[in-house]
């Protein structure tokens, strides 16, 4: 089983930063894509960041695009979601998830993007006031 574990959310001020970080199990960690979605109180979860699983690719909502910057460290089994300038509506639950495509090509696209991932986190959630 892949399990994985988000860790880092808080509760902050519009304007600071904080890092999530994701842990994953298992030895086929590097093998995979992975990314980040949110999901706030009676929202859809949707789509923040990816990142391919050879760290060639990476994407971005819109909405965080020059904020938000997806990383991985795969010595650690760990990827990051480094959140700059956050604002209230920044505010959700972040879940990491992994790509469940085998060294895919670049990173899942599109409005269905969150059907290609398979295994999730139990999320970490991010407050943001004003």
């Known amino acids: 089983q892949v399990q994985l574990v988000e860790s880092g959310g808080g509760l902050v001020q519009a304007g600071d930063s904080l890092r999530l970080s994701c842990a994953a199990s298992g030895r086929t960690f590097s093998s995979y894509g992975m990314g980040w979605f949110r999901q706030a109180p009676g929202k859809e979860r949707e789509f923040v960041a990816a990142?391919?699983?050879?760290?060639?690719?990476?994407a971005y909502a819109d909405s965080v695009k020059g904020r938000f910057t997806i990383s991985r460290d795969n010595a650690k089994n760990t990827v990051y979601l480094q959140m700059n300038s956050l604002k209230p509506e920044d505010t959700a639950v972040y879940y990491c998830?992994?790509?469940?495509?085998?060294?895919?090509?670049?990173?899942?696209?599109?409005?269905?993007?969150?059907?290609?991932?398979?295994?999730w986190g139990q999320g970490t959630q991010v407050t943001v006031s004003s």
């Open positions: 990142i391919s699983w050879s760290g060639a690719s990476t």
């Open positions: 998830a992994r790509d469940r495509s085998f060294q895919r090509a670049g990173v899942p696209r599109g409005p269905a993007r969150v059907g290609e991932y398979d295994y």
